[in-house]
Nanobody
Framework: QVQLVESGGGLVQAGGSLRVSCAASGIAFRINVMSWYRQAPGKQRELVASIINGGNTNYADSVKGRFTISRDNAKSTSYLQMNGLKPEDTAVYYC??????????????WGQGTQVTVSS
């Protein structure tokens, strides 16, 4: 099993920066992909960014050039650096991990979410 714990959310002014973190713990053979999603009130959860083992990344068009996803494999932690924040970035940000368990099964794990609020 894998547990994900997010931290770093908060309130920032438009144009500001924030970094959210996702720490994974538990028994897993490998974390294949780590991603960040977000969900604003009344809207569907959307993929913001993801990073695979080889380091390749992808981003939603709305955050390209402003957000950067990274991972520290030694710490089993992913980070989402958010710069140039806009009010429309306000959402609950969720960490996601696609993992291969020691028993050979796969698991998609979700964190509890961390609130990011950007004031105008």
């Amino acid at each position: 099993q894998v547990q994900l714990v997010e931290s770093g959310g908060g309130l920032v002014q438009a144009g500001g920066s924030l970094r959210v973190s996702c720490a994974a713990s538990g028994i897993a053979f490998r974390i294949n992909v780590m991603s960040w999603y977000r969900q604003a009130p009344g809207k569907q959860r959307e993929l913001v960014a993801s990073i695979i083992n080889g380091g390749n990344t992808n981003y939603a068009d709305s955050v390209k050039g402003r957000f950067t996803i990274s991972r520290d494999n030694a710490k089993s932690t992913s980070y989402l650096q958010m710069n140039g924040l806009k009010p429309e970035d306000t959402a609950v940000y969720y960490c996601n991990a696609e993992v291969l368990l020691l028993g050979g099964n796969t698991q998609t794990a979700w964190g509890q979410g961390t609130q990011v609020t950007v004031s105008s």
